[in-house]
């Protein structure tokens, strides 16, 4: 029996042209006239048109989804999920067997008293940062970093961090992990250490993963930070001074059993956010926000930048880093808000064989100095990072207010989905949704409209303090969300603050499932 879907259209018809983003073909043809008209995004509501995704437990943020290839109603998302026993931040697992309508959550196991058998990350109290990956045969992977806090020592069985009237001191031993499931997240075996953690100044953050269907490797890049001079720093770090933060990556090609010694790839002295992704033929590029305060001390005037690199052996060996996409960083918090922002880069690749067959899509946050609110904007490449076009706003509103948080994905007709946090809708520019465009000419013009069917709003009280007894607003939402896509559809698990139905307010994930209305 042929199921009936809901389609709601929750915005108007918006076309935004991109200069730049488009280029002839060799026979003079423009690619965009091989593509239908522009097309407005739609929202599917059947069961619900944002299912809740994370369980609505606790506070859940930075979420991360993947689809299985072989069997696209299979997906697993992942996210910083509060509901562990101490109260902090571990990785939560959700799983859907029906196309992302329904959901299972979970935790991974090894949080602080789990007495669930198997693999875990035992011994660390806190973990997060999800991203995952399905392979070519429908095993997941989830990455994540996995630490502990000072002091470690339980006082009467009960953590210190459980009853510190503070927050608990730095981060320490933070690793970066690889676990990998082989039934859809339902359990999870062969965790693999990507990068060990080395000390309280030096440590691994920011950790994106891969997987690459032509050469069946998996690929994760991250960040390591270090605050102090080199005479404390583990050796093989780069031999530099005070507060760098340096891109570095590994590999696996064993379903990430083993990882190559880590490898740095980046030049300057900050550096974060880094994405990998691969084309039809195997080649990996790799995108991160290069912006190095030191390098423009004037903030406000001068604007930071992006880098990549490539690497045409699976990354054995890398380019040199190139500057592109010019941007002015986002003030944190945003305006009305207590919730930090950062730009990191989205990256997504064309690798169907349609006329934009190639193209490198990257979106990312910019601030407009003259304005004062975020935009987003998208840069594109045809000829794999040679040259980019003049970045483009996304979002196509007349508004002052902001857009941030991105993220891109190209689904299986070639078309382009970029989604993101919006403030139009109000105009005091507090409360957002969640919002959805669809290219379909290579990202020249995008067809958007809201993914949420309802606003959140941050500046709302969130619960109440048991320290001071006054209430608390949100302070954090995350710093990425993810889309992927299953044919011509995209999802986006993204942070939502509408109050449950006894008026109770968390920060639960929920999911957008975004299509064509006419194609079902």
Not at 169 to 192: A, C, M, R
Not at 476 to 491: C, H, K
Request: proline content about 10%; overall charge negative; charged content about 20%.
């Amino acid at each position: 029996m042929t199921k009936a879907w809901s389609w709601i259209v929750l915005g108007m018809l918006a076309a935004v042209p991109l200069a730049g983003c488009l280029a002839p073909a060799d026979d003079g043809v423009d690619p965009a006239s091989l593509l239908p008209p522009l097309a407005l995004p739609a929202l599917r509501c059947e069961v619900a048109c944002n299912p809740l995704v994370s369980g609505g437990r606790a506070n859940t943020n930075e979420p991360s989804i993947a689809i299985d290839p072989t069997n696209p109603s299979n997906m697993v998302a992942g996210a910083n999920d509060y509901s562990q026993p101490l109260g902090g931040s571990w990785c939560g697992v959700y799983t859907s067997a029906d196309g992302g309508r329904t959901w299972q959550a979970d935790l991974l196991p090894g949080y602080p008293g789990d007495t669930r058998p198997g693999a875990g990350l035992w011994g660390f109290d806190f973990c997060g940062d999800a991203v995952l990956a399905f392979d070519a045969n429908g095993d997941v992977y989830y990455s994540g970093i996995a630490f502990h806090r000072i002091p470690r020592v339980p006082v009467a069985g009960v953590h210190p961090c459980a009853l510190a009237p503070v927050p608990c001191p730095d981060p320490y031993n933070v690793q970066i992990f690889v676990l990998k499931s082989t039934d859809k997240g339902k359990t999870w075996s062969e965790l693999s250490i990507v990068s060990a953690g080395v000390s309280t100044v030096v440590f691994n953050d920011k950790n994106w993963l891969h997987y690459d269907p032509v050469s069946n490797n998996l690929y994760v890049v991250w960040t390591i930070y270090s605050f102090l001079p080199t005479t404390v720093m583990a050796p093989g770090l780069a031999p530099d001074p005070l507060s760098k933060g340096v891109i570095y990556f590994s590999r696996s090609g064993d379903g990430g059993r083993t990882w190559s010694e880590p490898k740095e790839i980046s030049e300057g002295k900050s550096n974060q956010g880094a994405v990998p992704a691969t084309d039809a033929k195997g080649t990996l590029y790799i995108v991160w926000n290069a912006d190095d305060p030191d390098e423009r001390p004037d903030v406000e005037k001068q604007p930071g930048s992006l880098a990549f690199v490539v690497s045409t052996d699976r990354g054995e060996t890398f380019t040199k880093p190139s500057r592109f996409g010019p941007y002015h960083p986002m003030p944190s918090p945003l305006p009305n808000a207590f919730f930090r922002t950062s730009t990191l880069p989205g990256l997504a690749i064309d690798t169907t064989d349609g006329p934009f067959a190639g193209s490198l899509y990257v979106v990312y946050n910019d601030w407009n100095p003259a304005e004062e609110h975020a935009d987003v904007k998208i840069t594109v490449s045809r000829d794999g990072g040679a040259t980019w076009s003049e970045p483009s706003r996304v979002n196509d509103d007349d508004t002052r207010t902001d857009q941030w948080m991105p993220n891109v994905a190209v689904d299986s007709a070639g078309r382009v989905h970029v989604v993101w946090l919006d403030r139009r809708d109000d105009p005091a520019n507090t409360k957002y949704r969640a919002y959805a465009g669809i290219s379909t000419d290579g990202g020249a013009t995008f067809g958007q409209a809201p993914a949420s069917d309802e606003a959140s709003d941050p500046l709302a009280d969130q619960d109440t303090d048991p320290l001071t007894g006054q209430p608390r607003r949100i302070n954090f939402l995350g710093d990425y969300i993810q889309v992927a896509t299953a044919g011509t559809r995209s999802f986006t698990p993204f942070p939502d603050l509408r109050a449950a139905g006894d008026g109770s307010r968390l920060v639960n994930v929920l999911l957008a499932e975004v299509g064509l209305p006419q194609e079902r």
